[in-house]
């Protein structure tokens, strides 16, 4: 059974950057595309970008200027990086694996996902 | 960006009960709707991909069916581990879009 598990800073400085690291078990990275999904408290579901093993990326142009996802296969992790960040980015940050192909494509594992606070 | 919008933001049902969500979709995605349930502290959980296509280990009383811009989601009879918020998602064009979300309360 595939787990996702992010880990990180649970609060961050407005300005610096934001660093997640989603660590991926019970099955390999290499094959797949990789996902960060973010949720404000109380709000709904933005897509941040996604990785596939290759590094071939996709940003959400919303955050393109400020995000990059990179990928380790050596340890089975993907991480997340948002720079400048502000109090808007506070939220539930959730990683997932993208399965399917065309009309099939969804996103069937998550991580539990991580709370990032945004405060001084 | 394609915009989803959800009917209703929320609703209240009882056990047992037949539940539909509809999401409309801004411009036409053929059948590039996905559906997600979420609990309170919880990741959303996959229910529906492909529009009408069940996930692995999703009960049979949960299913959906749409096309081009009108997607619905329906529980045939609604159970108590089934209150949650529900969100579509098309993975029609990037960047991936989803709806606000529909909160299944307790009536």
């Known amino acids: 059974q595939v787990q996702l598990q992010e880990s990180g800073p649970g609060l961050v400085k407005p300005s610096e950057t934001l660093s997640l690291t989603c660590t991926v078990s019970g099955g390999s990275i290499n094959k797949y595309y990789w996902n960060w999904i973010r949720q404000p408290p109380g709000k709904g579901l933005e897509w941040i970008g996604y990785i596939h093993y290759s590094g071939n990326t996709r940003y959400n142009p919303s955050l393109e200027s400020r995000v990059t996802i990179s990928v380790d296969t050596s340890k089975n992790q993907f991480s997340l990086r948002l720079t400048s960040v502000t109090a808007a980015d506070t939220a539930f940050y959730y990683c997932a694996r993208e399965s399917g192909r065309y009309e099939t494509t969804r996103l069937d594992y998550w991580g539990q996902g991580t709370l990032v606070t945004v405060s001084s | ?107």
């Open chain 2, 1 to 107: 960006d394609i915009q989803m919008t959800q009917s209703p933001s929320s609703l209240s049902a009882s056990v047992g009960d037949r539940v539909t969500i509809t999401c409309r979709a801004s411009e036409s995605m053929s059948n590039y709707s996905n559906w997600y349930q979420q609990k309170p502290g919880k990741a959303p959980k996959a229910l529906i991909y492909a529009a009408s296509s069940l996930q692995s280990g999703v009960p049979s009383r949960f299913s959906g069916s749409g096309s081009g811009t009108d997607f619905t989601l329906t529980i045939s009879s609604l159970q108590p581990e089934d209150f949650a918020t529900y969100y579509c998602q098309q993975s029609y064009i990037y960047p991936w879009t989803f709806g606000q979300g529909t909160k299944v309360e307790v009536k």
